[in-house]
């Protein structure tokens, strides 16, 4: 059997399925349990959105409450999960010649933490966090991917953390599970049909992928963290989906796993 570590996306979607019982809670405890442990976790998030490559650095990231509006009990919220310097030095290796920032500040927002906390909640597996650098374009975040890749063979689980159909314009705000739009499931479908046939290269050049391409990705931010998992998938690898499904029938919920 490989010891190479499989790699993974995840829809995170709502900050509160971190603290309340929902289905994709459920999903993400069981992936847990059926991955194998990892040494330490590189998690690539929607929500550090900036204009640089950066990975944190720090031996105790803190946890950050990256948004407004909710209750108390989420802000409570401590995933006190170690850093691992080591690890952000080999990111920064890998990635040569591109420069990446050894972050001392950011710490861990809630597109790593909400997930995490039901896939490892002892919060005993160190985790780091790389940025995404918003002034590149989605070639460059897939490069990154593969240059990451050898991660896998070293005990690291490769998390990506954003939805691979995020439109908050279209979102059922009263009736979180309003039925999707057509051209989301359009979208996931033909997404989905391009991983299971190996085409997952076509997903870098989503602009070119017509008008439901746009209403499922109308910025990049939750979309980009996708594309460093299939980066790092290795040709002709397994690729499944353990969790599935709509939220507010524009935010897709689906999983990826590779290998």
Partial sequence: MSSRMPALFVGHGNPMYAITANPYAERWRKIGLDLPRPKAILCVSAHWFVRSTAVTAMEAPRTIHDFGGFPAELFAVQYEAPGSPELARRVQQLLQPVPVELDEHWGLD???????????????????????????????????????????????????????????????????HAAPADWALHFEHEARALMDTDKEHLLVHYQQMGRNAMLAIPTPDHYLPLLYVLGARQ?????????????????????VRVG
Avoid: C
């Fill in 110 to 176: 809630h597109g790593t933490w909400a997930p995490l906390r039901h896939v490892y909640p002892k919060a005993d597996v160190p985790v780091v966090q790389l940025s995404l650098d918003a002034t590149q374009p989605a070639a460059f975040h897939y490069e990154l991917g593969q240059r990451l890749a050898p991660l896998r063979d070293e005990g690291v689980l490769i998390v990506g953390s954003g939805n691979l159909v995020h439109n908050l314009r279209e979102y059922s705000w009263n009736d979180e």
């Fill in 235 to 255: 040709t002709g690898e397994a690729i499944s989906y353990p969790v599935e499904g709509f939220d507010g029938g524009s935010m897709s919920m689906l999983a």
